[in-house]
């Protein structure tokens, strides 16, 4: 897979995603784009969000993008702005259709994931050979989103 180096600043009104890391994957994890969240005012690092590119077993559990907000950031709606942000990046590559995934008792993410118009596709516990799996592991929201 080629990474587009264009990508590796993506500017919004308030947010910047600077990457951290073009990962090729290996046998589990698909190839993937990380990135540092910083508010574009302040240059301040309030978390960070990943772009998996393709689909493989292990990424219909795992989605096809992971973010993290800083606690005293979250409920700034920081993770829809810069999800949506990385739309342009994820179409590059031609993906087109995107699996968001969250555990079951993840309501932030849920209501995220929801006004992004992700569709839950399901609800399910995460088998044992998930690269991912630990036990006591909460069952996961499984959506599927198409971007234009």
């Known amino acids: 897979m080629k990474f587009f180096d264009s ?33 574009k005012e302040t240059k301040e690092i309030i978390g960070q969000i990943s772009l998996r590119i393709g689909k493989n077993y292990h990424s219909y559990y795992n989605g096809n993008i992971g973010y993290y ?3 005293k950031y979250r409920g700034h709606n920081y993770s829809f702005t810069a999800t949506k942000m990385l739309y342009p990046l994820s ?12 555990a079951e008792d993840n309501i932030p ?13 399901e609800t ?25």
Do not use: T
């Not at 990962?23 to 190839?31: K, L």
């Not at 993410?109 to 596709?121: D, E």
């Open 7 to 39: 990508f590796d600043s993506i500017v919004g009104e308030k947010l910047i995603l600077s990457i951290i890391e073009k990962n090729p994957g290996n046998d589990q994890e698909i190839p993937y784009y990380w990135y540092n969240i910083l508010l």
């Open 69 to 71: 907000i800083e606690k």
């Open 91 to 102: 179409l590059a590559h031609e993906q087109e259709e995107l699996y968001l995934a969250c």
């Open 109 to 121: 993410s849920f209501r995220i994931i929801k006004k992004l118009g992700g569709k839950l596709v």
């Open 124 to 148: 399910i516990q995460p088998p044992k050979d998930y690269f991912a799996y630990y036990e006591g592991m909460p069952k996961q929201h499984i959506f599927i989103l198409k971007i234009q």
